[in-house]
């Protein structure tokens, strides 16, 4: 059982930059591929960043490549979001999800590969 908390959202002008970070409980957090996803008010959920259980295996949405990267620290249960050039299209509910993935490189991109999911924290990109 993994325990995911997002935090770092907020308000930001286009151009600008935000850090998410995402705390997972348990002591199996470095076993978990984990996944960035996003939903904007009447869409679906969509992925954004993936990274494996190492961290040598990242994947990201067309959409945020070359301003997104994923990273993690097992050591600190915590997998990172940074965001530069932010963009008001980049506005939603972004969330963290968990996947038991050990050994595996592949980053999943679906949201039903994932078994584990944090409550949301939003993302306002002023223009």
């Known amino acids: 059982q993994v325990q995911l908390v997002e935090s770092g959202g907020g308000l930001v002008q286009a151009g600008g930059s935000l850090r998410l970070s995402c705390a997972a409980s348990g002591r199996t957090f470095a076993s978990y591929a984990m996944g960035w996803f996003r939903q904007a008010p009447g869409k679906e959920r969509e992925f954004v960043a993936g990274?494996?259980?190492?961290?040598?295996?990242?994947y990201y949405a067309d959409s945020v490549k070359g301003r997104f990267t994923i990273s993690r620290d097992n050591a600190k249960n915590t997998v990172y979001l940074q965001m530069n050039s932010l963009k008001p299209e980049d506005t939603a509910v972004y969330y963290c999800?968990?996947?038991?993935?050990?050994?595996?490189?592949?980053?999943?991109?679906?949201?039903?590969?994932?078994?584990?999911w944090g409550q949301g924290t939003q993302v306002t990109v002023s223009s």
């Open positions: 999800a968990a996947r038991s993935a050990y050994l595996s490189t592949v980053v999943a991109v679906r949201p039903w590969e994932y078994n584990y």
């Open positions: 990274i494996s259980w190492s961290g040598g295996s990242t």
